[in-house]
């Protein structure tokens, strides 16, 4: 009985934690916003311990900032910040895109050949929305197929951080039609096994996410 009440517990507060960080990645909630636990609770249906675990969780991602006696709010990452994220990232990304270039599957290969298919058309068809959808879905890929747990957690962490910036980036149409073809090169050298081509078209892609964003700021 106790085994089935914390299986529950663990569920709600991953449902509650995804809910607040994808709300916070789309600007739902603006940086600095106070996030108070009796109403997050009242919002998502949950107890006021689910939500305090999963504002924990949001703090030790990076995106919350704890405030003694004042509760939690937004935590405010600036472009330069981002930025630097971003430096950091293009070394461990190219890390894990060259681990899953040099395993891939054939049946990972065709499941990456349909992901670049669905990429290619929601640019076409304007949806911004399920682009991004898509593009973090690529990023998660990329990520469990290394098989490298420490760069997985770590580009985790740190692509929590600087994603919200970037979600602002693609919802630009332009901005998503030179996105969409820098996604397509990491995929076409993952399906190609070539672990060089696939670390390079990485730090190609995180290098122009970081040009956009200079011109942004």
Do not use: W
């Not at 879905?137 to 469990?144: E, H, P, S, T």
């Amino acid at each position: 009985m106790s085994t089935t009440v914390e299986s529950a517990d663990a569920a709600a507060e991953e449902r509650v934690t995804d809910i607040i960080r994808s709300a916070i990645v789309r600007g739902e909630y603006a940086p600095n916003q106070r996030l108070i636990e009796a109403d997050l609770s009242d919002t998502f249906a949950a107890s006021r311990a689910t939500v305090r675990t999963a504002l924990l969780e949001l703090a030790n991602e990076g995106l919350v900032e704890r405030l003694p006696n004042k509760g939690s709010r937004v935590r405010a990452i600036s472009v330069e910040e981002a930025i630097e994220i971003l430096e950091v990232r293009i070394g461990v990304e190219g890390l894990c895109a060259a681990k899953t270039a040099a395993s891939v599957s054939d049946d990972e290969i065709e499941q990456f050949r349909r992901l670049r298919h669905d990429m290619v058309d929601a640019v076409a068809e304007g949806d911004l929305v399920e682009y991004s959808r898509l593009h973090q879905r690529l990023d998660q890929r990329v990520r469990v197929l290394s098989h490298h747990a420490t760069a997985s957690a770590v580009l985790g962490r740190l692509h929590a951080q600087s994603v919200r910036h970037q979600f602002k980036l693609s919802s630009r149409p332009q901005r998503a039609k030179v996105s969409v073809l820098e996604h397509a090169a990491i995929i076409d050298a993952i399906v190609a096994r070539d672990p060089d081509a696939a670390r390079e078209a990485v730090r190609v892609h995180l290098l122009s996410v970081i040009g956009a964003l200079r011109e942004v700021a």
